[in-house]
DNA sequence: CGCGTGATTGAAACCCTTCAAGTTTAGTGG
DNA sequence: CCACTAAACTTGAAGGGTTTCAATCACGCG
């Protein structure tokens, strides 16, 4: 029930935790970091960033599950992202630009997340040389794993993409919708049940 | 012809200007760097990264055009990324992790090209906060960039993609080979000369 | 229990691919 | 500068993978 969520607040435990051993950020650096960030409870469907609006933070999830989508001309929703716990997650162009988000975020499940706003990476950045070549790193990983992305878009059937996707995130497969697999990997919901039903029967 | 490329060597011309102009970089940090960096001419085809390789270097475009791609199991080439004038390119995976590099890089045109290292980056990043400041949102960019390009593949046909990509790169189509912007598509050579029949007679 | 959401299945349609042939273009050597 | 050749582009016909639409089934929840 949500209000049991909602009691046990997580009070950044994940996120010092990812701090300090991934990121390698001293524990005194890190508590001086915790002032300028804010926690916040997201209840399942509730919509955190929407296209069109001007948003200033990137979020960090703590708990749950958010989904990073947007929504075409004819209504179809297309996800482009699902962010479990301890992923960064934000329209990175309405971050850095103010620009309206082009992209919608959402909770997929009771989530709590970390809001990080511009000052807290310049901060971070200015005061932790660790956390400057770690995020820098997280970068740079996000935009390898795209380009995988894209190369199993332009390179590979649904069947495969499929198979690649229940081996990368097996977890998420027990926690989200067929027809949300379906949209990430870019088919209908009737085609990834057929996909299934050939994979299970060789 | 080469030789004559050659002789013109850009010495740095448009990466100075780059970082002084675009990046913010002084003009004195940007003569401290240039050092530690250097100026490779790349002829038409020479295959700078192969896949497997471990390469040490991220590049900047100084002048040509590079293509960034890999080949699937039936031998079949598909590109991610054309790299032209001003854009940095590589197997960041590789550069980062001294991984065996996944994907290939290679001249389309005649290039010069500024190989950069780690030093490089970690250097810069410690002299300028304009750099830091400016690379972070260029890494920024092309992740926005990346979910814009995996949008299109799961969201729109291969008209529409077409469409965006001469509204983004309309000086690609008059440098590349018609079947390679097919490939960066995701769509058959056969495929793009129909839909660009299409398009023309409408 | 009934309702809504999600998953499955079938049949037809559609977009794109494959394969094969023909045409145009570009590059090279004489 | 022309002739020759290879590469690139176009076109057609057939086939395949995926979508669409519609109907049915399964399940969780009030």
């Known amino acids: 029930m949500v209000k049991t969520a909602k009691q046990m607040a997580p009070e950044f435990r994940k996120f010092r935790e990812y701090l300090t051993q991934r990121a390698g ?3 005194e650096h890190v508590e001086a ?3 300028s960030v804010s926690l916040k409870f997201c209840k399942k469907g509730e919509v955190i960033l929407a296209q069109g609006a001007v948003g200033e933070y990137i979020y960090f999830v703590e708990q749950g599950l958010l989904r990073f ?4 001309d004819q209504g179809k929703e297309h996800i482009l992202q699902f962010a479990p716990e301890n992923w960064w997650i934000s329209d990175r162009n309405n971050f850095n630009q103010n620009q309206p988000a082009e992209f919608f975020l959402d909770a997929q499940e009771d989530s ?3 809001q990080l706003n511009q000052s807290f990476f310049l ?8 956390f400057r070549a770690f995020h820098d790193q997280l970068l740079q990983r996000r935009i390898f794993q795209l380009y995988r ?3 199993a878009l332009i390179g590979t059937s649904a069947r495969q993409r499929y198979e690649e996707f229940i081996k990368a995130y097996p977890d998420l497969i027990q926690r989200v919708p067929q027809w949300m697999i379906a949209s990430y990997l870019g088919i209908t919901p009737e085609s990834l049940s057929r996909v299934r039903r050939e994979v299970a029967g060789k």
């Open 25 to 27: 950020v001293s524990p």
């Open 33 to 35: 970091l915790l002032p």
């Open 69 to 72: 989508y947007t929504i075409d």
């Open 112 to 114: 709590w997340v970390v």
């Open 123 to 130: 901060k971070a950045s200015e005061m932790s040389k660790e």
């Open 149 to 151: 992305r894209v190369y």
